[in-house]
């Protein structure tokens, strides 16, 4: 039996992949979520786009689907259901046309919100591998997981493609045992163990790595939706620790021009968080190829997004228009009969990092526990009594030394700023002769009502017990 698995690993057919473009790229599609066993118009107005590349982002196939209904497959299943997808005219069209970049997301990988426990995911590797043609000499072919990353264009016109596998290193999720009213579905809830991760040590060094290199514009392919926080399902906010890593990561490298491409929910929509970089971080999530609702229904909660195309199959182009003095990047969501659905534009511009703001020499970023804010996500509760925490970035002493000022960011006019405002109440104990140094990067904990002042988020803190400064363990 292991000898024939062994076999049928071997016999995927993997079809010849076009040349990559050697020019600048101006015209990317990108999409996820198709079943191979149910019809895929999309795929030829897809291809009719003619993008000089394209981003599977996941659910390339559904590997655990059998009759209808949810079932974990052995290897053989897995290589069959790439089979059949292979056998597809469509898809062999889009091939010879689009030079293709994909990750997988749980049903490619083989089991539904499959992580790092999946018993085939090695094997799902090879296969994986082998239907989307990596050479079989490549690094990719040995390494753990199918991250990758290609460039293209020459400078100043760089587009840099970043591949997360959000799947094979994932610890596992943690679901409520209380069903949301009114429906049937068990929420997933935030895991913040200290050895809880998405992406893995290894995935984490080495993206690291690539978002220190040059580049122009840079997508980042998530299969799960990055920005959204609302929905109860999959995304990165179940792991909030991972999330402010990765926004950490990408303000530390000072990565510029980075836009998020998303999969997995079977709708389309558009996000934007303006908080947690130094610009605008837009989220723009394509899924349902064949997979998303075909009759009407209300958008599902997101208080980030700006765009949204809640039903009907879709897949999501982006535009970039290299010509215009400022380039011009468009991100739509297109439905079956090819045409705009949504759209955001975006000068390239404005996905610039400020110049001179920089985390604080030695300070480090601590894990949240339990029910503990970053400063991104307690910007987004004012009016609501919040803990929160990070480490002190810049600040002073004000009011003839009433008060301390202890700031998230370098700079405090930064949009992104947080603000703790220790009171002279709060100097007591063991801050009764706190300065500004007492704080200076270190790691701060505050508990208190977020309120805004100037627009600018703050909690006051005017009792010694409502503030503490946290130590690595």
């Not at 163990?193 to 040590?201: E, F, I, K, N, R």
């Amino acid at each position: 039996m292991l000898r024939l698995v062994a076999l049928l690993i071997l016999a995927v057919p993997a079809l010849a992949q076009v040349p990559a473009p050697k020019g600048p790229v101006s015209r990317i599609a990108f999409g996820s979520c198709a079943d191979q066993n149910k019809p895929c118009p999309i795929w030829d107005k897809l291809t009719a786009t003619k993008p000089e590349l394209t981003l599977m982002l996941g659910d390339t196939i559904y590997a655990d689907i059998e009759n209808g209904r949810l079932k974990k497959p052995d290897v053989a299943k897995i290589k069959a259901s790439w089979d059949e997808l292979a056998a597809l005219p469509a898809w062999k069209k889009l091939r010879a046309s689009s030079y293709i970049l994909a990750t997988w997301d749980d049903h490619d990988y083989g089991h539904n919100d499959a992580g790092v426990e999946w018993e085939h995911k090695d094997a799902a590797q090879k296969l994986f591998h082998d239907f989307f043609g990596t050479p079989a000499d490549s690094p990719r072919r040995t390494q753990k997981g199918v991250h990758h990353a290609e460039t293209f264009g020459p400078e100043g016109k760089r587009v840099q493609v970043l591949v997360l596998d959000t799947r094979y290193f994932r610890t596992p999720l943690r679901k409520s045992d209380k069903r949301l009213p009114g429906t049937g579905i068990l929420p997933y809830l935030p895991v913040t163990d200290a050895d809880a991760t998405t992406l893995g040590a290894e995935q984490w060094k080495w993206l690291e790595a690539e978002l220190k290199k040059p580049a122009e514009v840079r997508i980042l392919c998530s299969s799960i939706q990055l920005v959204s926080d609302d929905h109860p399902f999959e995304k990165w906010a179940n792991m909030p620790n991972e999330r402010t890593k990765l926004y950490d990561l990408i303000n530390s490298t000072g990565a510029n021009g980075v836009i998020v491409v998303s999969g997995d929910r079977h709708l389309g929509e558009i996000s934007v968080d303006t908080k947690s970089l130094g610009y605008p971080l837009y989220d723009a999530t394509s899924s349902g190829l064949n997979q998303a609702s075909q009759t009407f229904r209300l958008p599902e909660a997101n208080k980030q997004r700006v765009s949204a195309m809640p039903w009907g199959n879709n897949y999501g182009t982006i535009l970039i228009d290299w010509a215009a003095t400022d380039p011009l990047i468009s991100l739509q969501l297109r439905g079956d009969d090819g045409e705009v659905s949504c759209q955001v534009k975006v000068p390239l511009s404005k996905l610039q990092p400020k110049k001179g703001v920089r985390p604080v020499a030695g300070a480090k970023v601590l894990p949240l526990p339990d029910g503990v804010l970053g400063p991104a996500d307690a910007a987004k509760k004012v009016g609501e009594q919040v803990t929160v925490q990070f480490a002190v970035a810049a600040g002073r002493v004000v009011s003839g030394g009433k008060r301390i000022l202890l700031n998230s960011e370098a700079d405090f006019r930064d949009k992104d700023n947080f603000t703790v405002v220790v009171n002279e109440k709060a100097m007591t104990g063991k801050f009764e002769k706190a300065t500004f140094d007492t704080f200076k990067g270190k790691t701060v904990r505050a508990k208190g009502k977020v309120t805004a002042f100037k627009d600018a988020p703050q909690v006051q803190i005017d009792d010694a017990a409502n503030l503490e400064i946290v130590e690595a363990k």
